[in-house]
């Protein structure tokens, strides 16, 4: 991926612009955090774009993140150990970081 030039980003990795992004910026951040993403990622990273293009704003905390998540996708997928499996750390920080949104405001 030498070939593509990154959007410019904060000292946390996340975007300076949501819309700068896509999905070879993703795949760049992912590998920053060690992932490779897998379509159970990309079904959250395109939830997590669709949110931000409705309200303009990141999941404001892992609870409200996996809430939307449930909501939207299912239990299944809206609890919090399928999230951790998917973005360690901190799900929703980790996951709005590889969609390039915001940083979640409640996030540590």
Same mark, same amino acid.
């Given at each position: ?10 000292? #946390? ?11 070879? !910026?993703? /795949?760049?951040?992912? +590998?920053?955090? $060690? ?20 309200? #303009? ?11 939307? !998540?449930? /909501?939207?996708?299912? +239990?299944?997928? $809206? ?30």
């Amino acid at each position: 991926m030498s070939d593509l030039t990154m959007p410019e980003r904060n000292n #946390e990795g996340f975007l300076e612009n949501a819309w700068d992004w896509n999905d070879r !910026v993703a /795949e760049t951040i992912a +590998e920053d955090d $060690g992932l490779e993403l897998t379509e159970k990622h990309w079904e959250i990273i395109r939830f997590l774009r669709t949110f931000y293009a409705e309200y #303009e704003v990141s999941p404001p905390s892992n609870r409200l993140f996996v809430k939307a !998540v449930k /909501e939207a996708l299912g +239990e299944e997928k $809206g609890n919090s150990i399928y999230l951790m499996q998917l973005f360690p750390g901190t799900p929703a920080k980790t996951a709005c970081r590889i969609a390039g949104l915001p940083r979640p405001t409640n996030c540590l």
